[in-house]
């Protein structure tokens, strides 16, 4: 190790980040997580990534990356092993106005890209916080503001650049290493690290964005008319429904329809907005014209000691009713978890289910839970929400990766369908056939 640790010194250009140095306590954990590494590795360019993916190949010692470090399972740190911070590879740059083609450093954040392409008049539909990083996001899917009108995050990826777990540099796109460049579209970090995304961004203008608030006593109603308005709505309003804030009174919280509409013009946003306001009784609204980037919202570091545990899953039209119908009640009821669905379809359900490998594109809303609190908190939480989820199973189906705290295998095998896994499993023993890789929802090269 010795030695090996020499000859990284000697490779390494970026910073070496070891227990005792004065940055050591920052750099250690996550937003959501702490850790205690053996080394922390920042590369300032890709032969400073190559350097490290050799360094800890060579090891033994587990590998986690790191971009945003947002990832509800900690995945960005570890106890005893090595951390690839991808923090100083952030560039942001338009590498071709005409096509609208951006590149973007595989440690960048959302918040980083929006500032950047806002003075070109560009946007890439992304998640809803400034502070997550484009490659976590992007590799387990990307369900923004504009998902409806321009799908996912991962749908506008053109390219990649990619260092294996031998140490290798590849450009992945449509021709070059096409079945990792699916793989990387929904398949998490599972198959190498990406140190640049090319994007074909989108021309911009001021999007209606807010909150529409209504009592929770009419959530049954509000959340069933929510979801089907959204089947007849213009593809330019992407919309979510919250339930249940803990910040706002758990279950006696307000229920608030989030919406978006990617337009400035005001009469079709009216017209695109109008009839949630119509669906029961407003005691809020703050929607407003404002440029994309302010959309985001800035990530919140919990204090130490308070745990997130999330779970998500997908529904179809034809149990949509059925579901919406178990969050209301549940969300209302003593006890609820922060309820939060979104709705997808649009440009989503359009893409082949077998294009990517986030498959699941006919799903009209995704669901997730939230239990936030210390560690007794949420042990007491869990019968209630595992009561929820049960009520909730036959009609609802799959992950999204974005929204797990946890990677059992059973985590793995709802987020991606078996043959998904059989194909990304076959690229796995290609690019990480040691599952170098492996701190992430895993997918083993078997």
């Known amino acids: 190790m010795s030695s090996a640790l020499e000859i990284l010194r000697r490779d390494f250009g970026g910073d070496v980040i070891e227990p005792g140095s004065a940055e050591y306590a920052s750099a250690g954990g996550t937003v959501l997580a702490q850790g205690s590494p053996a080394w922390i590795l920042r590369p300032k360019s890709v032969e400073d990534v190559r350097a490290g993916v050799r360094f800890a190949a060579g090891s033994g010692l587990p590998l ?24 100083l590879l952030a560039s942001v740059e338009v590498v071709d106005e005409e096509r609208h083609l951006v590149r973007i450093g595989g440690g960048a954040t959302w918040g980083q890209v929006a500032t950047a392409l806002a003075p070109h008049g560009l946007a890439i539909s992304s998640g809803d916080t400034r502070s997550v990083g484009v490659g976590g996001l992007t590799l387990a899917g990307g369900i923004g503001w504009k998902v409806r009108k321009h799908g996912l995050a991962l749908d506008n990826v053109v390219a990649a650049e990619v260092v294996t777990a031998g140490g290798e540099v590849v450009r992945a796109d449509a021709r070059e290493h ?12 599972n198959f ?14 001021d999007v209606h964005f807010g909150r529409i608030a ?17 089947r007849t709505a213009p593809e330019e309003l992407t919309s979510a429904a919250e339930v249940a804030n803990p ?26 907005i109008d009839p949630i306001r119509r669906l029961g ?49 549940a ?10 669905v979104r709705g997808v379809g649009g440009a989503v359900s359009r893409v082949p289910a077998d294009a990517t490998a986030y498959a699941h594109r006919q799903a009209e809303l995704m669901v997730a839970t939230v239990v936030v609190g210390p560690q007794p908190v949420v042990e007491a939480a869990g019968p209630a929400l595992d009561a929820i989820w049960a009520r909730l199973a036959p009609h609802v189906d799959g992950a999204y990766a974005g929204f797990l705290s946890s990677a059992a295998d059973e985590d793995v095998a709802a987020i991606y369908p078996a043959r998904t896994r059989e194909r990304l499993a076959a690229v796995k023993r290609r690019y990480d056939p040691g599952n170098l890789f492996a701190r992430n929802h895993n997918i083993r090269p078997r």
């Open 64 to 87: 986690s990356v790191r971009g945003g470090g947002h990832a509800f399972a900690g995945f960005g740190t570890n106890d005893g092993g090595i951390v690839i911070d991808l923090g």
């Open 178 to 189: 096409p079945e990792l460049f699916w793989a990387i579209r929904g398949g998490g970090g």
């Open 192 to 205: 190498g690290i990406v140190t640049a995304f090319e994007f074909a961004a989108h021309p911009t203008t």
């Open 214 to 230: 209504f009592p929770a006593s009419e959530a049954a109603t509000v959340l069933r008319g929510w979801a089907d308005h959204l």
């Open 247 to 272: 910040f706002a009174g758990g279950p006696a919280a307000p229920v608030e329809i989030v919406v978006a509409f990617d337009g400035a013009d005001p009469e079709p946003a009216a017209a695109a």
């Open 281 to 329: 009784t407003v005691i809020s609204d703050d929607v407003a014209p404002m440029p994309y980037a302010a959309t985001l919202v800035d990530g919140v570091t919990p204090p130490p000691g308070v745990r997130l545990v999330t779970r998500s899953a997908f529904t179809e039209r034809k149990s949509v009713p059925a579901v919406l119908a178990i969050l209301a009640e």
């Open 331 to 340: 969300g209302t009821s003593d006890g609820a978890p922060f309820i939060w």
